[in-house]
């Protein structure tokens, strides 16, 4: 019996202090965290200070936000930027002989075509080997195969005439048939006097990348510098910035520029430009068209949309077709497809001053009719000439 009640009493004991674990272990869990405690917070050194900094702070007289006076917002403040100066107008060099000056850098690249063909003559036999070498030469030079043909039969009968062939007398021989070649008699003015009274109108046309706007601007300092006042259109609306470029031309020299919309009417702009340059009393119009490849016919016939809406006002004086001389025979192609849709009546030779040959301007008036009337000789601002046959010839023979 009383084995019994001491297993009882543990058994009550045991029960009880399992029972006190299970109560203590969940008021631990429900207690809440203690708060952290608060860091030190360290102030920052301050910054050293020199002269009136290191100063004891003065008291100073505050304003409240009422006090201040703020703008009233009614007139904004305008800040007047200086005017923008004009550009200086240049003064072009006259036109008169300017291929005279510019000759010797003509003949640096184009008297292989008369030193060839003078040192063939000289030889003491001129038998059909060296006759085909003369043909050859001329070929290679652009001359073209009918003018060669001519050329060639010319000179054969001459010799055969002259017997002694001095270097004096060759020399003059070449350059007369070389001179007959080249047609002194053709009419090589720029037209810029209007029949109606009005403003000189001309159109100039090309394909892309033959210098057509740099020609364009060029032309405007021939025409000022022979005391023209000159209007400019930049109808050529599709080439970005070729607006601007004619524009910074005629600025140099104190020619109005008449523009339009990019991707705009060229049309519109060409009679805007007529228009303006009659209000104006101007001497001259100088419309720059949009390049385009021959090759497309939509194209093409814009070309000649422009020329009709131009004409609404008055007829062209000059069409103006640019070639780039370093293209040959290929330029002739291009020449051909232009004379169809708009009727040219003068042709620019860019580039002669390179690997031209001097023999496309015998080849392009054979092939259109009308005449060289300028060339191209350098990237200079001033390097459009007049084209003069005899000045032409003497640079091609040399001196």
């Known amino acids: 019996m009383d084995i019994v009640i001491l297993a009882v009493v543990i058994a009550v004991v045991v029960v009880g202090a399992l029972g006190g674990l299970i109560v203590g272990s969940r008021r631990k869990k429900q207690l809440p965290p203690p708060p952290p405690a608060a860091p030190d917070i360290t102030a920052p050194p301050a910054e050293p200070h020199v002269g009136d900094e290191a100063e004891t702070p003065r008291e100073e ?21 200086p005017p923008a100066e004009a550009p200086a107008i240049e003064i072009p060099e006259p036109t008169a002989g300017r291929l005279v000056r510019l000759r010797a850098r003509l003949s640096r690249s184009q008297n292989a075509l008369g030193k060839g063909l003078l040192t063939l003559l000289s030889r003491e036999h001129l038998d059909e080997d060296t006759w085909e070498e003369v043909e050859d030469t001329l070929l290679t030079a652009d001359v073209g195969v009918q003018p060669t043909l001519e050329l060639v039969e010319r000179l054969r009968e001459r010799v055969k005439v002259l017997g002694t062939r001095t270097p004096a007398e060759l020399r003059g021989l ?29 159109m100039v046309v090309g394909v892309n990348g033959t210098g057509k706007t740099t020609t ?24 970005a910035a070729a607006a601007d470029q004619l524009e910074t031309w005629g600025e140099r020299v104190g020619a109005h520029t008449v523009r339009g919309p990019e991707a705009g009417d060229p049309a519109s702009v060409a009679f805007d430009a007529v228009k303006e340059g009659k209000e104006m009393a101007a001497d001259v119009v100088l419309i720059d068209t949009a390049g385009r490849l021959h090759t497309k016919t939509g194209l093409m016939d814009e070309l000649g949309k422009v020329k009709r809406v131009v004409e609404k006002h008055a007829p062209l004086d000059e069409v103006l077709l640019v070639l780039d001389a370093t293209t040959g025979q290929n330029g002739l192609v291009q020449a051909r497809v232009f004379a169809e849709v708009v009727d040219i009546t003068g042709i620019v030779l860019t580039k002669l001053d390179g690997t031209a040959k001097g023999g496309i301007v015998v080849a392009v008036q054979r092939e259109l009719g009308v005449p060289v009337k300028l ?25």
């Open 61 to 81: 007289p505050r304003r409240t936000v009422e006090e201040v006076d703020l703008p009233d917002g009614s007139a904004p403040v305008i800040v007047e930027e």
């Open 216 to 239: 364009t601007g060029k032309l405007a300092r021939v025409l000022v510098a022979d005391g023209n006042t000159v209007v400019l259109g930049a109808a050529d609306t599709f080439r």
């Open 174 to 202: 070449l350059r007369e048939e070389l001179l007959a070649l080249v047609d002194p008699g053709m009419d090589r003015t720029v037209h810029t006097e209007n029949e109606t009274g009005g403003p000189g109108i001309v």
């Open 375 to 399: 060339i191209g000789l350098g990237e200079g601002a001033d390097d459009l000439a007049p084209f003069e046959p005899d000045a032409f010839v003497d640079a091609l023979i040399g001196e």
